[in-house]
């Protein structure tokens, strides 16, 4: 069974950065991709970006892009989201999960396991 923990999650003020790390247990995490989602209040849960077990083939959300980037260590089983210059419309539960594939997906349901979330508050 894979086991997935976020951290890094906590209130900032907007343009303020965040890093948020995902580890992985269970499974090795270079046999599979990764993605990062969010949710927020009252929302779906929303593809904010996805990395391919070898990190060959990334995706971003319209809402990410230029802004956040996502990448992994798979000698130590981690993911990382790298959040810069963060708005307000960025607070939410951020997610992470694994999909048994080695190909990246922006589709929530492709994917095969998930963490308990991390909250990103971001004030104005």
């Known amino acids: 069974q894979v086991h997935l923990v976020e951290s890094g999650g906590g209130l900032v003020q907007a343009g303020d950065s965040l890093r948020l790390s995902c580890a992985v247990s269970g499974r090795t995490v270079s046999s599979v991709a990764m993605g990062w989602f969010r949710q927020a209040p009252g929302k779906e849960r929303e593809f904010v970006a996805t990395i391919s077990w070898s990190g060959g083939t990334i995706k971003y959300a319209d809402s990410a892009k230029g802004r956040f980037t996502i990448s992994r260590d798979n000698a130590k089983n981690m993911v990382y989201l790298q959040m810069n210059s963060l708005k307000p419309e960025d607070t939410a539960v951020y997610y992470c999960?694994?999909?048994?594939?080695?190909?990246?997906?922006?589709?929530?349901?492709?994917?095969?396991?998930w963490g308990q979330g991390t909250q990103v508050t971001v004030s104005s």
């Open positions: 999960a694994a999909r048994n594939s080695r190909y990246s997906s922006d589709w929530d349901a492709g994917y095969d396991h």
